[in-house]
């Protein structure tokens, strides 16, 4: 049991946060989990503030913000944000309702990828999923949708990549050869124990996600859990819950689709606005009310691109400021040490 201070909740969070949009699945866990680790359900769902039984309904939704609450509560009474870990490894596909089952149902590794990017959504909003793919390797990298504490973050994170992980395991009959967690935060107390389940974390990483690598054979091979049938009914359900799925704020997911990197740079907020057919004054607008901009967006973006463009190339640091749009080496190094902790060559060395 821990004496951890509650972690405090941001307070000018988007409206979007407040609607009844979350499963229940993912909290109930979590509270399941820190019981058997010596913590009170009823008092976390206390703290929480939410009344006794408000997870018991397995169809049952709450918000995000509500969500959020029984995560930090979650973390006051255990105090470690390696319970994630355990979390997600008791996090099954069929935990994941009609996406998980669409998944199971998949003819291949690839096209169940397609179909995770096409129904992310499903399984409510807050974290955002893209998919990169290079010639040897798919990373699967995610991001809260408004910014959160590190200690939510680090905690709901490593759940969701460890399930995701499990997923592969279940589903995949052969695997690739190299496979990484990325997690941003620092290791915590508790993962020591959990290494044997969970091996191949690595934190303090600029990006979060799974790094697949190696011969891209795997993604074509033939699924044992495939089922024509039973995928048909799956994509179907998928088709109806995502009908009724709000997608008018998905405004984040759609900047980072479009900040692509590219020879003149990355686009501006009036390209942008001009892909997604919005004017520049509605793009500012509709960030806003998620809490964020174009510029905390680019710095996620170049984040991520520097990372990939100093493990997969050789260019010099400097080249990699430029085309990140740096015009000064010194800016972007300052940069990467506040995203990373370390200079970008010190971080090339240290992942080499």
């Given amino acids: 049991m821990s004496n951890t201070q509650p972690t405090s909740i941001p307070t000018d969070l988007p409206g979007w946060t407040q609607q009844p949009n979350q499963p229940v699945t993912y909290p109930r866990m979590f509270v399941e989990v ?7 359900p009823a ?34 009474a255990i105090g470690d944000t390696a319970l994630g870990f355990d979390n997600g490894l008791r996090l099954p596909l069929t935990a994941h309702g009609s996406l998980g089952y669409a998944l199971m149902c998949a003819p291949t590794p690839r096209e169940a990828i397609a179909i995770l990017e096409r129904f992310w959504n499903l399984r409510g909003r ?5 998919v990169r793919q290079t010639e040897n390797q798919l990373f699967f990298e995610i991001e809260p949708e408004v910014p959160l504490p590190e200690p939510l973050r680090e905690m709901m994170f490593s759940s969701i ?8 395991e279940f589903v995949q009959p052969m ?23 969970v091996p191949g974390v690595r934190f303090n990483m600029p990006s979060a996600g799974v790094l697949l690598g190696g011969d891209a054979a795997w993604l074509d091979e033939p699924l044992p859990t495939a ?6 009914q799956a994509l179907a359900q998928c088709e109806r819950e995502s009908a009724l799925t709000e997608t008018d704020n998905d405004i984040a997911r759609q900047i980072r689709a479009h900040l692509v990197l590219e020879q003149n740079g990355y686009p501006t907020p009036e390209q942008l606005a001009n892909k997604l057919c919005l004017t520049p004054r509605t793009l500012r607008r509709r960030l806003h009310e998620q809490g964020l901009s174009y510029k905390q967006i680019l710095d996620d973006v170049r984040r991520r691109d520097s990372c990939h463009l100093l493990a ?6 400097q080249s990699i400021s430029e085309l990140l749009g740096y015009a000064d080496p010194a800016n972007f190094t300052r940069a990467f040490k506040s995203w990373t902790g370390k200079a970008p060559r010190v971080w090339r060395r240290d992942n080499d």
């Fill in 34 to 40: 820190a019981r058997e680790l010596g913590a009170e």
């Fill in 43 to 76: 008092d976390i769902l206390q703290q929480a503030g939410l009344p006794p039984g408000a997870l018991d309904d397995p169809a049952g939704r709450i918000s995000y913000l509500q969500t959020l609450h029984v995560f930090a509560a979650v973390h006051a």
């Fill in 126 to 130: 807050g974290v955002l999923m893209t």
């Fill in 161 to 168: 990549l460890t399930s995701i992980v499990r997923g592969m």
């Fill in 175 to 197: 695997q690739p050869s190299e496979r990484e967690i990325w997690l941003r935060g620092p290791e915590p107390p508790g993962y020591q124990r959990r290494k044997h389940q």
């Fill in 227 to 232: 089922n024509p049938e039973g995928l048909a």
């Fill in 312 to 317: 997969t190339s050789d260019l010099e640091i």
